[in-house]
């Protein structure tokens, strides 16, 4: 890429960055559905014609916003993970990391959906955006393969006493904590976090061998 090139592409970015700043406070204040574009555009300090250079529809913002968090979620996690001494630890920091940002976004992922109307973002919107997407795929699935690759390393050092497989253990990981989150959002608050991790672990106990199983956080 030329200078000229890389200096265009640098200033797109930090436009895009904006954008997204701007996207992240519209959504959470109004909600998925009632954001518009111009609530957009205003919080990014863009005029409605200056932001169609760069979005088309609110979906393309919101899949790139969630692209963007969720990549940065994924590394903090990794971190957490890479860090414990035992299965049982890894996993415990998994699921603290999860459910820890997933508060810290609540009033976004609230915003996705009316969940006493039971409105969902249209689905036929965002499958328009087929590179994000993939992106989107991408991201849910290196979450996955995170908690697998933990459980194949803790079965290998015979930390995990599950007969399952391994894809099998990690989706039942995530699902539980999906389901923690879907509960929250229901109940429209975020529930105390470390009673939620204690519940998990008390959970995870009869599956995981660890001598750091015992302990409270």
Not at 37 to 66: C, P, R
Not at 139 to 166: C, P
């Amino acid at each position: 890429m030329e200078p000229r090139e890389k200096r265009q592409q640098a200033v797109r970015d930090a436009k895009i960055e904006v954008i997204l700043k701007g996207a992240w406070e519209a959504f959470s204040k109004l909600g998925y559905h009632q954001t518009r574009l111009e609530d957009i555009a205003q919080a990014a300090g863009f005029s409605k014609t200056a932001l169609y250079y760069y979005y088309e529809n609110k979906e393309e913002i919101f899949m790139d916003l969630v692209i963007r968090e969720g990549g940065r979620v994924f590394e903090s996690v990794k971190d957490r993970v890479s860090a414990a001494d035992s299965t049982f630890d890894a996993i415990e920091q998994y699921a603290r990391g999860v459910l820890a940002v997933f508060g810290e976004h609540f009033n976004l992922m609230m915003g996705m959906m009316d969940f006493e109307a039971g409105i969902p973002p249209n689905p036929a919107q965002f499958h328009k955006q087929k590179d994000k997407m993939v992106l989107m795929k991408e991201t849910v699935q290196s979450f996955e393969a995170l908690t697998t690759e933990v459980i194949r390393k803790g079965r290998e050092r015979g930390e995990v006493t599950v007969e399952l497989d391994d894809v099998i253990v990690s989706e039942y990981i995530n699902s539980i904590l999906r389901g923690i989150m879907f509960r929250w959002c229901k109940n429209t608050k975020v529930d105390d976090v470390e009673s939620e991790i204690n519940q998990f672990k008390t959970f995870l106990q009869p599956l995981l061998k660890s001598d750091s199983s015992n302990r409270n956080t």
